[in-house]
């Protein structure tokens, strides 16, 4: 059981998605293009086709590859095909809802989702993105809202509905960060600190294959105009300067990203709060008086995966608690000394189900444009960061080649490594490894010109394009389960029960405090009944002997009387009178002989009931015990599999210390030779400074012995 599991029913392998959106001329390309090249030669032929027609820009100037009309790919109509299509009079809010609107319902259900525009510097990419008037109302469609601004309102729409719909089951918090890479360097833009104290944004790889920006400051948000001001604050010192075919063209590429955490219930019960009271979200702090630990339950059937929260970890139901809920896909959970009638056991008894973790990033990539220099007019810094921004899209076409050429792929050799995909080569495609072939939904809109004067960066833009939607990428949801990286907490939990499965090995009574301490008291309370009950037997047998003895005497005595022949009216008398005492003696001792056994039947019968009631409570406790013999098996195999991850979690820390110690040592030896290096600089001072006093004492011989020559010569 992993602590992260992917939910098996939501990956699928997905294309990426590529969007062409016509820009319409403006008055910069009246301008600074040619009139005889103004004329619009891309059309949308349908909405998934585009067209170029043919070009009459000269051959020197199309191409720098040959001079040779017939090698000019611009000589023929082309037509290229894709998921949409968008023509020149397409709205901003078109653009929207069919590009970006699916991609944020994927983004909610916890995919990771990108979005990158891709195109030649001036063709509206920024715009397509960001656009204008970031507060004015997003579903307004008449407004130039862009991508981004739509998508955050989407988003925190949606967020406030279903924090309706679902209660206290179901919370989440959003991040948001915003990077750009100029001249390969990775700067933060919403640091707020001095550019000498900020961290360093590095680029790490998890075991998984995540992509992970250490270093980079994510800002906590709560409503789209929060999202606003950061998008504000990162765009006003993000790098644009004018070009001759853009005033305000960005020199660097720039990456928003979101990111969602959703903290979901997934079982029956009512979630726990720290207090002990239902809530949203799991307790933040584990109670003093007993070890907290993530719930572990069967969150579906056939999945095999056993959810945990993810948000803190809520208490846990007592081991008894637990047994009890037998067929309900429960795992035993230890006895955390719940007493009976108290809030945590209350609560424990409706704490059921698991919280999961749900984490998923959107990108907002906004690529600067390919440029010629030529064209541009670049000069100084501005041709440093052309050649710059050139190189990382031409890695970053190299991966989409790698990635998404069939014919590469159908050349390997069945037993043969897949194609090498050069990720590494520029940070642009390292930073976007995980949408391109990655675990993402992504999409690119490749904004592309109208105009003849720029055809060919268009037609190599579409050709761009058309080779990514070759590119398969496997989006799945990633389910989260915090607290099985706590190494302390597994010693505790294994130690916990141990102790309980030894209870169950010599009594059989767990000291949880809950129905276990009651099982025990009712077996000793049920064991002096049974005594009690024998002790009343014993005496009734008893009785009724004494009773059935004196009733033969009784009986005798009376057929003796009858017997005796007739007499005198005097003995007749005396015979009368010996009765009646006789009568009177033994009268009151069978009348005490009857109630007394009257007493002890009504007794007798009370105790047969009680004994009844016993022997079914008996009967149950029978039943539970079989139930717990099964169950400690389960046990046992819970307590294998906490001992496997607390050897892995050693040896993780094993390992990480070896790093750690690894690290100190380079670091240690790098002082030493700092000090090396020190000291021998010192002696090269040393030198130098004696090389200069001789210089100075050889100067002032050497003019000593000029003077002598000189008076020489005078004389």
Request: glycine fraction near 6%; aromatic fraction near 6%.
């Amino acid at each position: 059981m992993a602590p992260s599991t992917p939910s098996s029913s939501s990956a699928n392998t997905t294309s990426v998605q590529v969007a062409v959106r016509i820009r319409p001329s403006n008055e910069h390309d009246l301008t600074s293009i040619p009139t005889r090249f103004q004329r619009t030669v891309v059309h949308g032929a349908s909405p998934t086709s585009v067209t170029v027609e043919p070009s009459t820009i000269p051959p020197s100037s199309a191409t720098t590859t040959t001079s040779s009309a017939a090698a000019n790919p611009l000589a023929k109509k082309q037509t290229f095909t894709f998921d949409q299509v968008h023509p020149q009079g397409t709205k901003q809010h078109a653009i929207f809802t069919t590009t970006a609107a699916p991609l944020v319902s994927r983004f909610l259900q916890g995919f990771n989702c990108t979005i990158l525009a891709y195109g030649q510097t001036s063709s509206g990419k920024t715009y397509t993105m960001t656009g204008v008037d970031l507060d004015a109302d997003p579903s307004d469609s008449e407004n130039g809202m862009g991508i981004i601004p739509r998508a955050v309102a989407t988003i925190f729409g949606a967020i406030q509905q279903l924090k309706q719909e679902r209660g206290n089951a179901w919370n989440c918090s959003v991040k948001g960060s915003f990077i750009e890479i100029y001249n390969e360097d990775l700067i933060d833009l919403l640091a707020t600190e001095d550019p000498s104290m900020r961290r360093e944004v590095q680029i790490r790889e998890e075991k998984d294959g995540t992509i992970i920006w250490s270093g980079l400051k994510e800002v906590g948000v709560k409503s789209t105009a929060e999202v606003m001001n950061l998008i504000r604050q990162g765009s006003s010192i993000r790098r644009t300067n004018e070009t001759d075919m853009n005033a305000q063209s960005s020199r660097s590429h720039a990456i928003f990203s979101l990111t969602l955490i959703q903290k979901k219930y997934t079982g029956s019960g009512v979630p726990r709060s720290g207090s002990g009271r239902t809530s949203p979200m799991p307790p933040t702090t584990p109670s003093p008086s007993r070890l907290a630990r993530p719930s572990s339950v069967y969150v579906g059937s056939g999945t095999g995966r056993v959810g945990s929260p993810t948000f803190g970890r809520p208490p846990t139901p007592s081991f008894a608690s637990a047994m009890r809920s037998a067929g309900a896909g429960l795992r035993p959970q230890s006895a955390m000394a719940l007493r009976p009638g108290s809030p945590d056991q209350e609560d424990a008894a409706t704490d059921s189900g698991a919280w999961v973790t749900v984490v998923s990033k959107f990108h907002f990539v906004d690529l600067a444009g390919s440029e010629r220099l030529k064209r541009t007019a670049a000069q100084g810094e501005r041709i440093k960061e052309g050649i710059s921004i050139n190189s990382g899209l031409l890695a970053l076409g190299n991966v989409i080649s790698a990635l998404g050429d069939p014919s590469r792929s159908r050349s390997l050799a069945p037993g043969q490594a897949h194609i090498h995909v050069p990720y590494r080569d520029s940070k642009l495609t390292r930073l976007l490894q995980d949408s391109l072939g990655g675990n993402a939904h992504t999409l690119m809109i490749a904004c592309v010109s109208p105009a003849e004067w720029n055809a060919l960066e268009t037609v190599n833009t579409l050709k761009y394009a058309n080779r990514a939607r070759n590119i398969k990428n496997r989006a799945e949801v990633r389910e989260k389960e915090d607290g099985w990286d706590d190494l302390e907490w597994l010693q505790g939990m294994v130690t916990k029960l141990r102790k309980e499965l030894k209870t169950l090995k010599e009594g059989g009574a767990i000291p949880s405090g809950t129905a276990d301490d009651g099982s025990s008291g009712q077996g000793a309370a049920n064991a002096k009944m049974i005594q009690k009950y024998n002790e009343l037997q014993g005496m009734h047998e008893e009785l009724r002997m004494r009773y059935s003895q004196a009733n033969d005497e009784l009986r005798r005595a009376k057929e003796e009387l009858e017997d005796r022949p007739l007499m005198s009216p005097t003995s007749t008398q005396d015979r009368t009178a010996n009765i009646r005492r006789y009568e009177e003696i033994v009268a009151p001792v069978i009348e005490q002989y009857e109630k007394t056994i009257s007493a002890m039947e009504a007794e007798l019968k009370l105790n047969r009931t009680a004994l009844a009631h016993t022997n079914e409570m008996y009967e149950e406790q029978e039943t539970e015990l079989e139930a717990l013999k099964e169950r400690h098996a389960t046990t046992e195999a819970y307590v294998e599999e906490l001992r496997a991850r607390v050897g892995k979690l050693v040896e993780r820390e094993a390992s990480t210390e070896s790093y750690v110690r690894d690290l100190e040592q380079k670091l240690k030896s790098f002082s030493e030779s700092s000090v090396s290096s020190s000291e021998s600089l010192n002696d090269l001072k040393k030198e130098i400074a004696r090389y200069k006093e001789n210089e100075a004492a050889t100067t002032t011989y050497i003019a000593e012995l000029e003077a002598r020559l000189a008076r020489s010569d005078s004389d």
